[in-house]
């Protein structure tokens, strides 16, 4: 790999890796031939998909020491060592500072000597259709341009440069949780035991957070939308790369002050340490745990911001809905927050967020799974996001989405892999599998764009992530595509393993 693409300075790696995966048991680095790498590409589709579903698959891959190929590159130990050259814990990077005045005349000084051309094999900027033997040009962690037939630069071979990953739902405070609540017919029961789960604790273990953060990494995701109760893995955060939009869930289906708890709500937010990639909003839980008084609240003061809602997600809410019974009835009565004052809304939960004003662009709807097409249609109207996280859904019983009607409709769909408490692992190849395995018909570059464009825009980072574009930073993937695939798009939905995920190092 040659360096022709940087403009001048000294030579140095600009593959970055992650740092599950860079070593074996034994803490040493073991070189690995091309034709290991390659494992599982060069078979066909349904052999490569049935290695996929074995179990030990993934956590094979993540052990697995990266290949020997591609330089030496900067790690998460690097990082941290960064980090504490730093001083403050949570002292914003360069990368998240606001640039000052003299500093961004210094920096734009010295920009003659900082381009550096990426060319690969393909290069994906997903608001356009894929270029082979592209070239993407950075500067400063940003993206200068895209070119269609480089005469020079740094050739990073058989790979696909793409932005990196969106996972617009999680819960990554849950990751303790990995494999504990088993998967279930009832989503209701599902929710039960993950409940009775929580109360085995006092506060979410901390380790397993920052494990499924560098999990996400290593397998491609730049930025999530993490639905949280405690803030727990703000710190866990804050200590990564990662970008998130960070939604503090709110419950309250008989709350006295519903005002008084979203001003009370929205200013401990206030308090975190401010760090520009790591943005808050609200979001209140579903139609049958937070009353119309609370949505309306959250409505009323989350006026700028992406606002996250469970919707649409088991039959038993759309019964909850429709006139007040059934299980999640049963399950406020039992929890002590049935509202005897409350009146069954009779209608759809697409419409009940309408009422209680939060039908707009800013809607982010995650499940749908019982979602009808008129519903659909109002939601795309309102140009609001729908987040379907298909693996989750058939763990918690709530039934497969219907991804089909899902893009028919015109929706914007992003896609989530829901938390460790109904998933296997936090991979967004994996769950993009899915999403074509429910939807064959589905064409691919719209399922490649929802996990990456329509995430980003449904959490308000458009402006920075999600394609590649002028302008956008420089979060970039280089995932290894045999020689010979020609629909890369269809190939990128096959199932990547981290084993074949590199981020591009923008400095
Ligand atoms: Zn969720």
Redesign the pocket.
């Known amino acids: 790999m040659g360096h022709a693409g940087r403009e001048s300075g000294a030579a140095q790696p600009r593959i970055r890796r992650q740092r599950h995966g860079q070593r074996d048991d034994r803490g040493e680095r073991r070189p690995r031939g091309r034709r290991e790498l390659l494992h599982g590409r060069d078979r066909d589709r349904a052999q490569h998909r049935e290695r996929r579903l074995h179990p030990e698959a993934a956590q094979h891959a993540l052990r697995d020491p990266r290949r020997s190929d591609l330089p030496r590159a900067r790690g998460a130990a690097d990082a941290r060592a960064r980090r504490r050259a730093r001083g403050r814990r949570h002292e914003p990077s360069a990368r998240d500072r606001p640039l000052s005045g003299p500093q961004r005349h210094r920096e734009e000084g010295a920009a003659h000597r900082q381009l550096i051309r990426y060319r690969a094999a393909w290069v994906l900027p997903i608001a356009a259709p894929p270029i082979a033997g592209g070239a993407v040009v950075v500067d400063r962690g940003r993206i200068v341009s895209i070119e269609e037939r480089p005469a020079s630069g740094e050739d990073l071979g058989s790979v696909a440069i793409l932005p990196g990953l969106v996972n617009a739902?999680v819960?990554l405070e849950l990751s303790w949780m990995r494999g504990r609540v088993p998967p279930c017919d009832a989503m209701c029961v599902w929710a039960q035991s993950l409940m009775a789960l929580r109360r085995t604790v006092t506060e979410e273990p901390r380790e397993p957070i920052a494990a499924a953060i560098a999990e996400a990494r290593a397998s491609g995701t730049c930025l999530v939308g993490d639905?949280t109760n405690t803030l727990s893995a703000y710190d866990a955060l804050a200590d990564t790369e990662m970008s998130a939009m960070i939604f503090r869930e709110m419950l309250g289906f008989s709350a006295p002050d519903p005002g008084g708890f979203v001003d009370r709500t929205l200013a401990q937010l206030a308090e975190l340490t401010p760090i520009a990639r790591l943005r808050t909003s609200l979001a209140p839980h579903a139609p049958y745990s937070v009353s119309p008084a609370l949505f309306s609240a959250i409505a009323d003061r989350a006026e700028h911001a992406p606002v996250s809602v469970?919707l649409g997600e088991s039959p038993e809410e759309i019964q909850f809905l429709r006139d007040g019974t059934g299980p999640w009835r049963s399950v406020l009565e039992h929890l002590g927050v049935w509202n005897p004052a409350w009146t069954p809304p009779a209608c759809g939960p697409v419409e009940y967020l309408a009422r209680v004003g939060l039908l707009n662009e800013r809607l982010v709807a995650?499940?749908g799974v019982q979602l009808t097409g008129d519903e659909l249609a109002r939601l795309s109207s309102a140009r609001a996001t729908v987040v379907t996280?298909p693996r989750?859904n058939r763990w918690t019983g709530a039934g497969d989405p219907p991804i089909d009607r899902f893009y028919a409709s015109g929706v914007r769909v992003a896609i989530g892999t829901?938390?460790l408490a109904s998933v296997e692992d936090l991979n967004m190849f994996h769950e993009m599998a899915e999403v074509r395995r429910l939807a064959p018909s589905v064409r691919a570059r719209a399922i490649l764009r929802s996990a990456t464009q329509s995430g980003a825009e449904a959490l308000g980072f458009a402006g920075d992530l999600g394609t590649i574009e002028p302008g956008r930073r420089a979060e970039l993937l280089a995932v290894r595509v045999p020689d010979g695939v020609t629909d890369v798009e269809e190939y990128l939905l096959g199932g990547i393993e981290p084993l074949d995920v590199q981020w591009l190092d923008p400095a």
Do not use: A, G, L
Request: proline share 0%.
């Open positions: 739902h819960h639905i469970h995650v499940h996280c989750s829901d938390s």
